[in-house]
């Protein structure tokens, strides 16, 4: 009896979408990042970092892989073909975690000290009902464009010069939404905002990151979730189906959002929220989040002269103490290679 050969399957190579590198509304380039290390990390850094990659989505590279040989120039190099227009970079020294912010390929490069962070796991396990679907990060964080940046950068305005670049920074490392042409805009990607807030006695930045959902005003919970999930739900132990509506205890959940709090939306968005009634704006956070505190600004791509040193007449001095503990840092992966 003949025997019959098992052809193995030929392989298809999967064919990946091609990200766009304008806005088809603004007309803007879209900024996009690399978010690696320089050094050793420890766990929590590690998953920092990858919490950050997932805020950067989807104009980003959630699977970057980066060895100890690599140097800055390695990235560089990738960065111009592939449309990447900043850095962030997290390093750890004995004292405490730092991150660079930089624009691709000339600089320039903000240096924070992390006074202190969360990660998105830790926010999540300290609220009493967390909600970060997947889908919130098929679009990025919302950062409103000139006349509504300061819903996301808060206290910035005080005329100096660092805090001047570290605005313009934040502002472009985003993708943009002008403000006259946000209603040609699907209501349905607007669904993360960056807020940052600055504090000009302890010159510290408060970063957090939140998720925005849409609640329709004076409508029960009962009725929201019904409708949204379209399942038939359990009227055994109800007399009437009146009493489904009016039960005690979630018919005025809604009654008690604050008028500011309310929007009224030029069209409908999903099942429950309509364009003919108000909707009340609800932000959760979902992390990470940090503490940041500006250090140095350099012009170029982690060089360069100083423009600005928090220690003052002892900028340049720690800026060469800084280059030094690099250059060893490059020759221990070296050693190690």
Known sequence: MA?????????????????????????DKIPKSFVF???KLPGSLR????????????????KLKEKRRNNIKDFL???????????LILSKTETAPYLRVARTPQGPTLTFKIQEYSLAVDVAHSQVRPRCPQDVFKNPPLIFHPLFFQIVLSGFGTGEQHLKLTTIMFQNIFPGIDINTV?????????????????????????????????????????????????????????DVSDFVTKAGY????????????????????RVNRASTKSAVKLQEIGPRMTLQLMKVEEGLCSGGVI??????????????????????????????
């Open 183 to 239: 209603s040609a805009v699907k209501l349905s990607s607007c669904e993360r905002i960056v807020l940052l807030n600055y504090n000009k006695e302890t010159k510290l930045i408060d970063f957090r990151h939140y998720s925005i959902r849409l609640q329709p005003v004076g409508v029960s919970r009962r009725i929201r979730k019904f409708v949204q999930n379209h399942q038939v739900p359990d009227l055994r132990s109800l007399q």
């Open 47 to 62: 998953q920092l970092q990858m919490d950050l990659r997932k805020l950067m989505l989807p104009y980003t590279a959630l």
């Open 3 to 27: 025997r019959f050969r098992n052809k193995k399957a030929a392989f298809v190579k999967p064919v990946m979408k091609k990200q766009p590198t304008v806005d088809h509304i603004t007309g």
């Open 37 to 39: 290390s320089r050094g």
């Open 251 to 270: 018919g005025s959940e809604s009654e008690a959002d604050e008028e500011a709090a309310t929007v009224s939306l030029p069209s409908d968005l999903g």
């Open 308 to 337: 600005f040193s928090e220690y003052g007449d002892y900028g340049k001095q720690k800026t060469q103490e800084t280059e030094v503990e690099q250059k060893q840092e490059d020759e221990e992966v070296m050693v190690e290679d």
């Open 77 to 87: 190099n990738i960065a111009g073909p592939m449309g990447v227009t900043h850095f």
